[in-house]
C-alpha cells in the first residue's frame, strides 16, 4: 500500500505562493497516478490538479488552472504542488491521492489511497 503525507500549508494573504508536498512511502510511487483534492468548510470535495501515470500528462480544474502546477519527483517520491497567485476562495483542506487504473482523473472515487490534508488558509 501507499500512505502519503502531505506538508507546506499555511495561512497567507491573497496574492501570496505556497508550494504543498505528498510524500510516499513507497518505491512503486511512480506507477500511481497522482492528484491533489481540496474539500473547503461546507462544501464537497473537489478536483484540483493530477498527473496521470499513462503518460505523465497534468490536467487542472478551471478555477486553478493558470496559477497552480503539479509536479513529482519519482526519485524522491514525492508530488507537489506549487500555488501562486492565492485567493480567499482556495482556502480548504488540501489532500493528496493516489490511484492505480484511474480512468476519470477528476472523480475522487477513482484514487486508492489519502493523505490526511494539510490546512490552507488564505486572507483577504
Known amino acids: 500500500q501507499v500512505q502519503l503525507v502531505e506538508s507546506g500549508g499555511g495561512l497567507v494573504q491573497a496574492g501570496a505562493s505556497l508550494r504543498l508536498s505528498c510524500a510516499a512511502s513507497?518505491?512503486?510511487?511512480?506507477?500511481?497516478?497522482m492528484g491533489w483534492f481540496r474539500q473547503a468548510p461546507g462544501k464537497e470535495r473537489e478536483f484540483v490538479a493530477v498527473?496521470?501515470?499513462?503518460?505523465?500528462?497534468?490536467y487542472y480544474a478551471d478555477s486553478v488552472k493558470g496559477r497552480f502546477t503539479i509536479s513529482r519527483d519519482n526519485a524522491k517520491n514525492t508530488v507537489s504542488l506549487q500555488m501562486n497567485n492565492l485567493k480567499p476562495e482556495d482556502t480548504a483542506v488540501y489532500y493528496c491521492?493516489?490511484?492505480?487504473?484511474?480512468?476519470?482523473?477528476?472523480?475522487?472515487?477513482?484514487?486508492?489511497?489519502w493523505g490526511q490534508g494539510t490546512q490552507v488558509t488564505v486572507s483577504s
Open positions: 491521492a493516489a490511484g492505480r487504473g484511474v480512468v476519470i482523473v477528476d472523480q475522487g472515487g477513482e484514487y486508492n489511497y
Open positions: 513507497e518505491r512503486t510511487f511512480n506507477t500511481y497516478t
Open positions: 498527473n496521470r501515470w499513462s503518460d505523465g500528462r497534468t
